[in-house]
T-cell receptor
């Protein structure tokens, strides 16, 4: 069964600290993986996309990694800011004809001052 | 601002009623997707339309229906509402019918509360 599991479910860190969010998936065949950030009361916004051949990709203070062999991805946030408080959602796209998307339940990150 | 517009932002109604949620995609986008997000669930895909035609169907209940109009805006109709239908409903859009490497642009959602 194609699934996307994220951990931890929630995380609280102090401003300025780093953190890493995890995403494990069983989607096969695999096309790509995206991390979305969802602020409270808003729609998700794409942070980065990882394709099969990519291991690491950075977008400012966000760095995503992908290990397609173990079907794991991580999102590392450095020097966290209060505005990083949000839900981070891992979305995996299958490579079948319809290219269905599989959504994780998200990690709720709270950054305290 | 994603460019995707959803109305209304909030909707409160009673069980058994029918409501219509509206979505205008980004300019130039032909695909519209509807998602349901409950408190304890991730985003659940309901249905996709591409250029006026139904493209893919997810976990959409028979009580729910959708359509995409010639001007590409879309409406999601929810009928015989139950308490469990209370959720955040998102619309998203993209240019093409398949999300090869495209990203989805999400609206701000409609918060539906069924009392």
């Amino acid at each position: 069964k194609n699934q996307v599991e994220q951990s931890p479910q929630s995380l609280i860190i102090l401003e300025g600290k780093n953190c890493t969010l995890q995403c494990n998936y069983t989607v096969s065949p695999f096309s790509n993986l995206r991390w979305y950030k969802q602020d409270t009361g808003r729609g998700p916004v794409s942070l980065t996309i990882m394709t099969f051949s990519e291991n690491t990709k950075s977008n400012g203070r966000y760095t995503a990694t992908l290990d397609a062999d173990t079907k794991q991805s991580s999102l590392h946030i450095t020097a966290s800011q209060l505005s990083d408080s949000a839900s981070y959602i891992c979305v995996v796209r299958g490579s079948s004809t319809l290219g269905r998307l599989y959504f994780g339940r998200g990690t709720q990150l709270t950054v305290w001052p | 601002d994603s460019g995707v517009t959803q109305t209304p932002k909030h909707l409160i109604t009673a069980t058994g009623q029918r409501v219509t949620l509206r979505c205008s995609p980004r300019s130039g986008d032909l695909s519209v997707y509807w998602y349901q997000q409950s408190l304890d669930q991730g985003l659940q895909f309901l249905i996709q339309y591409y250029n006026g035609e139904e493209r893919a169907k997810g976990n959409i209940l028979e009580r729910f229906s959708a359509q995409q109009f010639p001007d590409l805006h879309s409406e999601l109709n929810l009928s015989s509402l139950e308490l469990g239908d209370s959720a955040l409903y998102f619309c998203a859009s993209s240019v093409g019918p398949r999300l090869t490497n495209e990203k989805l642009f999400f609206g701000s959602g409609t918060q539906l509360s069924v009392l």
